[in-house]
């Protein structure tokens, strides 16, 4: 099978299945779940059984239930926030590229600042004044992210604005906007596919450890890093309650990032095909 | 060479100065102000004002900002706003407590990432080097506390070796602190080093294609010997970047592990006051985290400098 016209090898077959399933198990959750997300169904921390297949948590919910539902949460919250980084993150680096000097020296220092603070512990500043609501989470991590898609599409958008066809385009007397929505942007984009990719990781671990932490997405939303948290303590008795969710993290970056790969060895072909992506 | 040296210090500390604006700012900038945060929605008009007064925040912003940094450069961070405490007081053995878990992961990690990566260069194709490679990525891509739970689980849980949870004492002998500590120094230990790993192992073999190497080989030389003697010298200046910038990653994953293990150091700190909204606490730790952070980043660029001989004339 193809897709693209570019055959995945095994590996990225292994990222395409697993992201699938849990996108699959994202969009229906509601109709495959076996119980609601927040309905007490048994006792605190039951052990796997053939009716709760994951056990249950720390209220007596049913784990796999609710981690089907977290899939939801976290996969749309990281993903959102993904598309957000990504679009301001790309119009200001563009912008940085070609709108002069001083435009590009007062974004990229901005930029290097804020990179000089940790993300994790900058996160944690804003949204200990904003209080953790679900659009200000995916604000706030969007736009420290974007901080990164930045770097790159600036960089990107450097090597495109001196090039020949930007340059003929300007001297016939082309606007700024169309130049970028024209000529620059259409470019710019096939080295920044495997990118989105890594950026989602890393917002989707992110998310993650704010909702670890208590200050991600709030409860009664399941989903996965608060799931860790909410049935940390379960695990000093011996019971699995906090590895599923936690195991469902990391799987699902583990696909993503398989399936990078694949496209990053795609894009490193000499023949040009990156064009095509 | 000393005057790119200088350079790069001053931009250190103007970083620094630009950060602490820009954390001073960030819990300037919310609609209503720490007053009505912290009292909530009963305030009355006139206790806010009361409190108003009482914190300082009825005078303008650049004014607080400015006691507020020279008094923190001085180490005086004030007092917390939930129990009334110096901060700086509370922060001291905890700083103490996370430094210790940084420097003992520290040690078990870079000397573990410098010398797999040289074996999986050495190796490279190998089967030692695709498992080196598989089991580094694994450990890039999970999450920290899933690997801190997963060690809990069959460490401290099934086999009963180690605590679950690293709770340290003041009075507590080194032997039994190490040991104590040991999980989540094992957790940070392999988050860091697979990033180190696979650096050191691209620098190396980066090396390894240059043409002076090949001349190596061509005069008949063991690939053990072009290693350590032609190549492990010239990639040691991008491995010596990356383990200060790993170590400056130690600090930020200090924070999540530190909650894991219920470790009381500065993470944890910082992850309470911000979970009470207690500002100065909060802002205390940001900029002893961001200050951490500036300073490794400086030191490996700095340290990069003196090792690599093109970068030592300034442009």
């Given at each position: 099978?193809?897709?693209?016209?570019?055959?995945?090898?095994?590996?990225?077959?292994?990222?395409?299945?697993?992201?699938?399933?849990?996108?699959?198990?994202?969009?229906?959750?509601?109709?495959?779940?076996?119980?609601?997300?927040?309905?007490?169904?048994?006792?605190?921390?039951?052990?796997?059984?053939?009716?709760?297949?994951?056990?249950?948590?720390?209220?007596?919910?049913?784990?796999?239930?609710?981690?089907?539902?977290?899939?939801?949460?976290?996969?749309?919250?990281?993903?959102?926030?993904?598309?957000?980084?990504?679009?301001?993150?790309?119009?200001?680096?563009?912008?940085?590229?070609?709108?002069?000097?001083?435009?590009?020296?007062?974004?990229?220092?901005?930029?290097?600042?804020?990179?000089?603070?940790?993300?994790?512990?900058?996160?944690?500043?804003?949204?200990?004044?904003?209080?953790?609501?679900?659009?200000?989470?995916?604000?706030?991590?969007?736009?420290?992210?974007?901080?990164?898609?930045?770097?790159?599409?600036?960089?990107?958008?450097?090597?495109?604005?001196?090039?020949?066809?930007?340059?003929?385009?300007?001297?016939?007397?082309?606007?700024?906007?169309?130049?970028?929505?024209?000529?620059?942007?259409?470019?710019?984009?096939?080295?920044?596919?495997?990118?989105?990719?890594?950026?989602?990781?890393?917002?989707?671990?992110?998310?993650?450890?704010?909702?670890?932490?208590?200050?991600?997405?709030?409860?009664?939303?399941?989903?996965?890093?608060?799931?860790?948290?909410?049935?940390?303590?379960?695990?000093?008795?011996?019971?699995?309650?906090?590895?599923?969710?936690?195991?469902?993290?990391?799987?699902?970056?583990?696909?993503?990032?398989?399936?990078?790969?694949?496209?990053?060895?795609?894009?490193?072909?000499?023949?040009?095909?990156?064009?095509?992506? | 060479?000393?005057?790119?040296?200088?350079?790069?210090?001053?931009?250190?500390?103007?970083?620094?100065?630009?950060?602490?604006?820009?954390?001073f700012?960030?819990t300037e900038?919310?609609?209503?102000d720490v007053a009505?945060?912290v009292?909530?929605?009963?305030?009355?008009?006139?206790?806010l004002a009361q409190f108003r007064h009482e914190l300082g925040l009825d005078r303008p912003g650049y004014i607080r900002y400015l006691e507020w940094f020279t008094h923190a450069?001085?180490?005086d961070f004030g007092a917390?706003l939930?129990?009334?405490?110096?901060?700086?007081?509370?922060?001291?053995?905890?700083?103490?407590?996370?430094?210790?878990?940084?420097?003992?992961?520290?040690?078990?990690?870079?000397?573990?990432?410098?010398?797999?990566?040289?074996?999986?260069?050495?190796?490279?194709?190998?089967?030692?080097?695709?498992?080196?490679?598989?089991?580094?990525?694994?450990?890039?891509?999970?999450?920290?506390?899933?690997?801190?739970?997963?060690?809990?689980?069959?460490?401290?849980?099934?086999?009963?070796?180690?605590?679950?949870?690293?709770?340290?004492?003041?009075?507590?002998?080194?032997?039994?602190?190490?040991?104590?500590?040991?999980?989540?120094?094992?957790?940070?230990?392999?988050?860091?080093?697979?990033?180190?790993?696979?650096?050191?192992?691209?620098?190396?073999?980066?090396?390894?294609?240059?043409?002076?190497?090949?001349?190596?080989?061509?005069?008949?030389?063991?690939?053990?010997?072009?290693?350590?003697?032609?190549?492990?010298?010239?990639?040691?200046?991008?491995?010596?970047?990356?383990?200060?910038?790993?170590?400056?990653?130690?600090?930020?994953?200090?924070?999540?592990?530190?909650?894991?293990?219920?470790?009381?150091?500065?993470?944890?700190?910082?992850?309470?006051?911000?979970?009470?909204?207690?500002l100065p606490?909060?802002q205390?730790?940001?900029?002893?985290?961001?200050?951490?952070?500036?300073?490794?980043?400086?030191?490996?660029?700095?340290?990069?400098?003196?090792?690599?001989?093109?970068?030592?004339?300034?442009?």
């Open positions: 099978m193809r897709i693209f016209g570019y055959k995945p090898p095994f590996t990225a077959w292994v990222g395409i299945f697993i992201v699938g399933v849990f996108v699959f198990v994202a969009i229906f959750a509601p109709w495959i779940a076996p119980y609601s997300e927040s309905d007490s169904v048994a006792d605190t921390w039951s052990a796997p059984s053939a009716a709760y297949l994951l056990g249950t948590d720390n209220i007596g919910r049913d784990l796999l239930s609710r981690v089907m539902y977290g899939a939801r949460t976290t996969i749309g919250v990281a993903l959102m926030t993904t598309i957000l980084s990504f679009l301001l993150g790309t119009v200001m680096g563009i912008w940085a590229a070609v709108g002069g000097r001083v435009v590009d020296q007062v974004l990229s220092r901005i930029v290097d600042v804020m990179l000089s603070i940790p993300l994790l512990v900058f996160a944690l500043i804003i949204l200990s004044m904003f209080g953790s609501s679900l659009v200000t989470l995916i604000l706030t991590i969007a736009v420290l992210d974007s901080t990164r898609v930045f770097r790159l599409a600036r960089a990107v958008a450097m090597n495109l604005v001196v090039l020949e066809y930007v340059e003929a385009a300007r001297l016939r007397g082309e606007g700024l906007w169309w130049i970028i929505r024209r000529e620059i942007l259409p470019n710019a984009l096939p080295p920044m596919i495997s990118e989105f990719g890594l950026r989602f990781c890393f917002n989707f671990l992110f998310v993650a450890s704010l909702s670890f932490l208590g200050l991600g997405i709030q409860p009664p939303l399941a989903d996965w890093g608060g799931m860790v948290r909410d049935n940390g303590r379960a695990i000093s008795f011996g019971l699995t309650a906090p590895l599923w969710p936690a195991m469902a993290i990391a799987l699902m970056t583990i696909g993503v990032n398989l399936i990078v790969d694949w496209i990053l060895s795609i894009n490193a072909r000499p023949s040009g095909a990156s064009a095509e992506m | 060479m000393l005057r790119t040296i200088v350079i790069r210090v001053v931009l250190g500390l103007l970083t620094l100065l630009a950060v602490s604006i820009l954390i700012a960030a900038i919310l609609p209503g009505s945060a009292l909530g929605q009963g305030a009355t008009p006139d206790t450069i001085r180490g917390a939930t129990n009334k405490r110096d901060i700086l007081t509370s922060m001291t053995p905890k700083f103490e407590n996370t430094m210790f878990l940084a420097g003992y992961a520290a040690l078990i990690a870079v000397p573990l990432a410098v010398g797999m990566g040289i074996v999986a260069a050495i190796n490279e194709g190998k089967w030692i080097d695709r498992v080196v490679n598989i089991v580094s990525l694994a450990a890039i891509s999970v999450p920290e506390f899933f690997i801190g739970y997963l060690l809990i689980f069959f460490f401290a849980v099934q086999l009963g070796w180690f605590p679950s949870l690293s709770t340290v004492f003041m009075d507590m002998g080194f032997a039994e602190r190490v040991h104590v500590v040991a999980l989540p120094a094992v957790t940070l230990t392999l988050l860091v080093t697979a990033h180190m790993l696979r650096m050191t192992r691209s620098s190396v073999l980066s090396i390894m294609s240059q043409p002076y190497i090949e001349m190596a080989f061509l005069k008949g030389l063991t690939r053990t010997r072009v290693i350590f003697v032609h190549a492990l010298p010239n990639a040691a200046a991008p491995i010596i970047t990356v383990i200060a910038l790993n170590l400056a990653y130690l600090i930020v994953g200090v924070v999540v592990i530190e909650t894991v293990f219920v470790y009381p150091g500065i993470g944890q700190f910082m992850v309470d006051g911000v979970t009470k909204r207690d606490v909060i205390a730790c940001g900029l002893v985290f961001a200050g951490a952070f500036i300073i490794l980043n400086t030191t490996a660029d700095v340290l990069s400098i003196l090792v690599n001989p093109r970068l030592r004339k300034s442009r």
